[in-house]
């Protein structure tokens, strides 16, 4: 569930405070509000390392990035004769840049009663609020969750807003972009018509580029998949393999598998790895004994089921490595190339702290941060969404 913010300072009179009549008076510690900002340090967000490749900008506001493209071929030259002049393919993306902030307040009559270093709790506190903010955001814009604070949409295949490459790539309705989606022109001539698909993803602003011996039709499919079951924390391995297929054909290597532990928990009580194991595939013994339990054990001593059983930590399915966490989504998993970043965080200016006085007996501080947050490689990542 969402965080909601404490509004308000920080007083003597706030709920939990010291307050046990007839037990004595609470221990008086002055401290010093500047040697406290000082001390403050902000540490590197793993959520940024994980998806993002960071970029810097010395300007405000909105930042195009441009891309090289594959776009030059050799040509067999004839004896004094020149080939033709080729040119550098190029694709620009533009990044909307956003200042986010806190403001902190504590009263300088809570900081001399209290017993403990009222400023930097509230400043590590505020800084926790920016780790959820700056993963809550990231979370939303690659898993296509509509947030009307980042600017977010809602991104699947069954949101006719959202299911186009024309629609995700516009920019004014949809800001921080999305992975590949369905072509502009109409799944029927494509997959009829090979050389339409091929005009439409060798036209300007196409986000797909021909690569080895795959055909345009399979290249332009969309990386929204419609998961074929609708419920929360579902998931079919057919599923699994299609993303493979979809991220393997640009080129890239699909090793990770991000899922929430609804997720995490189908995965692990699928048929799927049960059945497999009987004497010869990896287990030691058929089932000989009486009893229902005894007959499962023994099915699944020595297996990979059972290690699984007793760690709960799956290492990996198709070569992919699970990563299970309570921040994705319960409707949606991903498939990605960990290697390749999908998306651009442009900072203008990092996690500063600046102090506030506003007087009244009130000493405060400010935290923000100016960025912005777009996907810019469509092609390393494929979302499955639990949808029929």
Known sequence: MPFTETGGLLTSQNSGAYAAAGTGTAEKVLVDYKDALIAYKATELPVISMFAETMTTDTGGDIDISFALPSMKMESIDEGSTPKYQHTKMRSERVGVREWGIAVGVTRRMIEDSRFNEVELALNEARKAVDRHITDHFIKLVFGVADTTYGTKRIDMNNTSFDTEAE??????????????????????????????????????????PYAGA??????????????????????????????????????????????????????????????????????TTATGAGADNLGS???????????????????????????????????????????????????????????????????????????????????????????
């Not at 309705?173 to 502009?184: Q, T, V």
């Not at 799944?187 to 339409?196: I, K, R, S, Y």
């Not at 979809?246 to 048929?271: C, E, R, V």
């Open 168 to 209: 995700v790539k516009n920019y004014t309705n949809n800001p921080g972009g999305a992975f590949l989606s369905a072509p502009a022109t109409s799944a029927t001539v494509n997959d009829t018509n090979e050389a339409l698909a091929q005009i439409e993803i060798e036209a300007d602003g196409s986000r797909v580029y």
């Open 215 to 284: 055909t345009a039709q399979n290249l332009a499919r969309s990386h929204y998949i419609d998961g074929g079951i609708a419920t929360a924390g579902a998931i079919q391995l057919s599923n699994l393999l299609t993303c493979i297929e979809l991220i393997g054909q640009h080129g890239y290597n699909a090793d990770t598998l991000l899922m929430s532990p609804q997720h995490y928990n189908s995965l692990l009580t699928l048929a799927d790895f049960t059945a497999v194991f009987t004497a010869g595939s990896g287990a030691t």
């Open 298 to 388: 023994q099915r699944l001593a020595n297996t990979f089921v059972e290690s699984t059983n007793q760690t709960r930590v799956v290492g990996n399915i198709y070569g992919l490595k699970i990563i299970s966490n309570p921040w994705v989504p319960v409707d949606k998993f991903m498939v990605l190339d960990s290697s390749v970043k999908p998306v651009a965080y442009v900072e203008r200016r990092g996690l500063t702290v600046e102090e506030a006085n506003p007087g009244f007996g009130i000493v405060g501080s400010y935290l923000s941060l100016r960025y912005g947050l777009k996907i810019i490689n469509p092609l390393s990542a494929c979302i499955v969404t639990n949808q029929t």
